[in-house]
């Protein structure tokens, strides 16, 4: 059952231009929507996140949009550069009936340079 | 201040084998959530723990266990080892505050390979 799903395995984008991952997700129940970054041998790192009751947050070159209606949520990379080049994980977390985050399958994502 | 730190970073055992795996959290955080890498399959929630007490679990079978000291830190055991347990572990603790319940932060992960 998977409640997060991230059904671009890859994605290769050219330097300069914009990078979309996208996530769908089937539960109404999460709370919030976060996006982490994952390099080879290390950790996922934390990028941005967006509470439910959003539908748009912005960082410098990361802008995550969410579509409740949908069920959709997308991470925009503008612009683009080679050090982008990782896995990107799309999660969603509740604390109802106890603290859980879900994650996706993860999107890699090449930036040529 | 010093990340999550996860030990051993590496781990190979036979099948039949138990293991434990160790988990520091960023100080000050006693929020604990244990995952399971594979390839293909993501990050597959394992359990997480606050103040000692498991608050939610994953679908894992019960030879999946956890614990949490006072200090925070945590540990999870693997008993009766499978091949299909081979897998990256990841450890993440979050400060559980404000608006930043949900962040989490990873440590790098033990390799566990069964053979």
């Known amino acids: 059952d998977q409640q997060v799903k991230q059904n671009s395995p890859s994605l290769s984008v050219q330097e300069g231009r914009i990078s979309i991952l996208n996530c769908d997700y089937t539960?109404?129940?999460?709370?919030?929507f976060l996006w982490y970054k994952k390099y080879p041998a290390e950790g996922p790192t934390f990028l941005i996140s967006i509470s439910s009751i959003k539908d748009k947050n912005e960082d410098g070159r990361f802008t995550v949009f969410l579509n409740k209606s949908a069920k959709h949520l997308s991470l925009h990379i503008v612009p683009s550069q080679p050090g982008d080049s990782a896995v990107y994980f799309c999660?969603?977390?509740?604390?109802?009936?106890?603290?859980?985050?879900?994650f996706g399958a993860g999107t890699r994502l090449f930036v040529k340079a | 201040k010093a990340g999550v730190t996860q030990t051993p970073r590496y781990l190979i055992k036979t099948r039949g084998q138990q293991v434990t795996l160790s988990c520091s959290p960023i100080?000050?955080?006693?929020?604990v959530s244990w995952y399971q890498q594979t390839p293909g399959q993501g990050l597959q929630f394992l359990f997480e723990?606050?103040?000692?007490?498991?608050?939610n679990k994953g679908n894992f079978p019960g030879r999946f266990s956890g614990r949490q000291f006072s200090n925070s830190r945590s540990e999870m055991n693997v008993s009766t080892l499978e091949l299909g347990d081979s897998a990256l572990y990841l450890c993440?603790?979050?400060?559980?505050?404000?608006?930043?319940?949900?962040?989490?932060?990873f440590g790098p992960g033990t390799r566990l390979t069964v053979t």
């Open positions: 993440a603790s979050s400060l559980f505050q404000g608006r930043r319940v949900y962040e989490q932060y």
């Open positions: 999660a969603a977390s509740t604390n109802t009936g106890g603290f859980k985050t879900i």
């Open positions: 723990y606050f103040s000692e007490t498991q608050r």
């Open positions: 539960n109404s129940m999460f709370d919030y």
């Open positions: 100080s000050g955080h006693r929020s």
